[in-house]
């Protein structure tokens, strides 16, 4: 088998955390692409650059994969829509997603989540609004694939195991290349910061913590020398991040 190369592309995010880095795997029949980043102008324009490093256009990614529900992964995943990119996603998180696009259902069940955790009302409205702000950087899309624990995913001729990681995000997902050893982490392991971790207001996930705890003792158990996380440095050593 030919081993996959993997390529970082850091796209600008507008937080506090202020980057994301996503993932291009290299394989025999071309290129993928882990995760999207925001749809920022910005991003955008990093991404085709980045692209282009590698010789090759947007249009051109045999399969874009998204670890997670966050937007920050997933943000430009209408344009790959656009431009016929296969998408797959943790079939979890999209049925969070698809109930998030409905803008008022959502946005009713965060604003009631917010006050039973006793958030004054000043703050579920400023809340609301950086809801309603971040989904102007996060258009509606379609997978075309849906992925499950265990399952496995070719991307760009590589054969990926997909690995379910519950506590940041209720489907969270690893991808685990078992002959490399190499695993691309979205946000399940960072290297300087901590994974957030929450309850969501759709409640998906009613205990996130215990999950995380648990994400983090399977993945533990699991041989990896590369690790790939979606913030922050490549991890060279895992033990450094306990």
């Known amino acids: 088998m030919t081993m996959p190369k993997v390529h970082r592309i850091r796209l600008p995010l507008p937080f506090k955390l202020n980057h994301i880095y996503v993932h ?20 955008r324009r990093l991404l085709k650059a980045g692209l282009a490093e590698l010789g090759i256009e947007a249009r051109e990614l045999k399969h874009v994969f998204l670890s997670h529900f966050h937007g920050d ?31 008022p259902t959502a946005d009713a069940l965060s604003a009631e989540n ?26 509606p899309f379609k997978p075309d694939h849906l992925v499950d624990d265990g399952d496995t995913i070719s991307l760009s001729g590589v054969e990926f195991s997909v690995i379910c990681t519950p506590g940041h995000s209720p489907g969270h997902c690893c991808l685990y ?11 399940h392991i960072l290297p300087e910061i901590t994974p957030h971790i929450a309850v969501d207001s759709l409640e998906l996930l009613p205990d996130p913590l215990t999950a995380y705890r648990k994400s983090l003792e399977r993945f533990r158990s699991i041989a990896v020398e590369e690790n790939w996380p979606s913030h922050g440095p490549q991890i060279l050593d895992r033990k450094s991040t306990r």
């Open 24 to 43: 291009v795997v290299e394989g025999p029949e071309g290129f993928s692409l882990v995760d999207t980043g925001l749809d920022l102008p910005d991003s």
């Open 73 to 103: 992964h997933w943000g430009l995943a209408h344009w790959f829509n656009e431009l016929r990119v296969p998408l797959t996603m943790p079939r979890i998180d999209w049925n969070a997603l698809d109930r998030w696009f409905d803008q």
């Open 114 to 139: 917010l006050a039973e955790m006793g958030a004054p009302p000043a703050i579920v409205e400023k809340s609301l609004r950086g809801i309603g702000a971040m989904r102007l950087s996060c258009p």
């Open 177 to 187: 290349q078992e002959e490399k050893k190499m695993a691309i982490l979205g946000d």
